[in-house]
């Protein structure tokens, strides 16, 4: 199951950045649509879950040596990537940071159920 949820918001963030132009697209731009409405670094975390998911196949002890030393440089980049990114767009991306988790996925579908009931009331 981690195996592939990984790989799905993998796939779900590629999409998403090439489809609204975002670091890979043709814009560079804020992307807060599809999948980076629920969590900021979807990608990141899906490499997490891959990681994860790899390290309890194999249970090498050098399997979660190494795995947990790569979840550690995720993380951290994570971090480095939203200094740039409050750079680029400011309070733009503070807003956004504010709204959307970094990669709480419950917490980030959870905040888009909330934020959808509350239009739908208005």
């Known amino acids: 199951m981690l ?18 132009g975002g670091k890979f697209g043709p814009y560079e731009k804020l992307i807060n649509e599809g999948v980076y409405s629920l969590i900021r670094h979807p ?13 309890m196949i194999s249970q090498n002890i050098f399997s979660i040596i190494i795995g947990t030393i790569l ?13 740039e990114l409050i750079i680029k767009f400011g309070d733009e991306y503070k807003k956004y940071a504010s ?12 905040r888009a159920l909330k934020r959808k009931e509350s239009k739908t009331i208005l």
């Open 43 to 55: 990608e990141y975390l899906g490499h997490i879950l891959i990681i994860i998911s790899l390290t």
């Open 71 to 83: 979840i550690l440089s995720l993380y951290i980049a994570m971090i480095l990537e939203e200094r």
């Open 3 to 20: 195996l592939f949820l990984g790989l799905t918001l993998v796939h779900l963030s590629i999409h998403t950045r090439n489809r609204f």
């Open 99 to 110: 709204k959307v988790p970094r990669c709480n996925i419950f917490l980030g579908i959870l």
